[in-house]
């Protein structure tokens, strides 16, 4: 079995066909997709989604894309949303959260600062419940690291991770797996590559972050989950292994580190 750890499966590009889009990753063996929400307008819509999915499950939170526009209300409403899911077994992650520093109006002082807030405030949530977290990382490795070593959740997945060495290990050390996609089919994605090939495999988790970061042979199209056996081929490259073995250890991995999911897929 694959598993997609980072999709946004009820993303507008997707339109009303994010049912048949999972369905037709199934049948290429990926047999879990992990929907993060962005904001407080879609934590219903991604559990909704999962629950209609047979191979989806969902993870709450609010993307630092939208804190701009987000306030202290959604943060308690997230809250209020993932006390209420605790029962529901497709809920297995607080995310996507974290920092984003690329996009120039993000990176402004007070954008900075209030990005800070809802992330820490999100790493409690995760905290105060026992879940992992799914992180957004875009210029910003060592902050996003440096908050996650002081309130620290139980585990994560640094998403489209495109640190150092150095800052991998950081992300090891405190339990997280890193999730590759897409950017490493590139070949002139030297960087992310010598990552992909030479990180220890029981860290690595494969994600697509579908409709976005489509893989070499899809761009500039629209990226969806069922590239995933495809992506992990790419890895097995890198990497000198059979295609086997980086399907095995990057589920386990997954189920690892998601461990409501790794309930969720024996039941």
């Given at each position: 079995?694959w598993i997609d750890t980072h999709c946004h499966l009820d993303a507008?590009?997707?339109?009303?066909?994010?049912?048949?889009?999972?369905?037709?990753?199934?049948?290429?063996?990926?047999?879990?997709?992990?929907?993060?929400a962005v904001e407080r307008a879609n934590l219903d819509i991604v559990?909704?989604?999962?629950?209609?999915?047979?191979?989806?499950?969902?993870?709450?939170?609010?993307?630092?894309?939208?804190?701009?526009?987000?306030?202290?209300?959604?943060?308690?409403?997230?809250?209020?949303?993932?006390?209420?899911?605790?029962?529901?077994?497709?809920?297995?992650?607080?995310?996507?959260?974290?920092?984003?520093?690329?996009?120039?109006?993000?990176?402004?002082?007070?954008?900075?600062?209030?990005?800070?807030?809802?992330?820490?405030?999100?790493?409690?949530?995760?905290?105060?419940?026992?879940?992992?977290?799914?992180?957004?990382?875009?210029?910003?490795?060592?902050?996003?690291?440096?908050?996650?070593?002081?309130?620290?959740?139980?585990?994560?997945?640094?998403?489209?991770?495109?640190?150092?060495?150095?800052?991998?290990?950081?992300?090891?050390?405190?339990?997280?797996?890193?999730?590759?996609?897409?950017?490493?089919?590139?070949?002139?994605?030297?960087?992310?590559?010598?990552?992909?090939?030479?990180?220890?495999?029981?860290?690595?988790?494969?994600?697509?972050?579908?409709?976005?970061?489509?893989?070499?042979?899809?761009?500039?199209?629209?990226?969806?989950?069922q590239q995933i056996p495809r992506i992990g081929e790419v890895l097995?490259?890198?990497?000198?292994?059979?295609?086997?073995?980086?399907?095995?250890?990057?589920?386990?991995?997954?189920?690892?580190?998601?461990?409501?999911?790794?309930?969720?897929?024996?039941?």
């Amino acid at each position: 079995m694959w598993i997609d750890t980072h999709c946004h499966l009820d993303a507008h590009e997707f339109g009303d066909a994010s049912l048949d889009v999972a369905r037709r990753a199934q049948e290429q063996g990926v047999g879990m997709i992990v929907v993060p929400a962005v904001e407080r307008a879609n934590l219903d819509i991604v559990a909704g989604l999962a629950a209609r999915a047979d191979n989806a499950c969902y993870a709450l939170g609010i993307h630092p894309i939208y804190v701009p526009n987000a306030t202290e209300d959604d943060l308690l409403a997230l809250r209020a949303s993932v006390e209420a899911a605790m029962d529901d077994a497709r809920m297995v992650a607080i995310g996507e959260i974290g920092l984003d520093f690329f996009v120039p109006m993000l990176a402004e002082p007070a954008m900075r600062e209030k990005q800070v807030h809802f992330l820490r405030e999100q790493l409690r949530i995760a905290r105060d419940f026992n879940l992992p977290v799914l992180t957004h990382v875009r210029k910003s490795q060592d902050q996003v690291l440096k908050h996650v070593r002081q309130i620290t959740p139980n585990g994560g997945i640094a998403h489209a991770f495109n640190g150092s060495f150095q800052q991998a290990q950081g992300y090891i050390d405190v339990g997280f797996k890193l999730g590759f996609g897409g950017s490493m089919t590139f070949t002139r994605a030297l960087q992310i590559r010598r990552l992909a090939a030479e990180l220890p495999l029981s860290s690595i988790v494969l994600e697509t972050d579908a409709p976005d970061i489509s893989p070499s042979w899809v761009h500039p199209g629209v990226n969806t989950p069922q590239q995933i056996p495809r992506i992990g081929e790419v890895l097995a490259e890198l990497r000198g292994i059979s295609v086997d073995e980086v399907r095995t250890a990057t589920s386990a991995n997954a189920r690892a580190i998601l461990p409501r999911m790794a309930s969720l897929l024996q039941t």
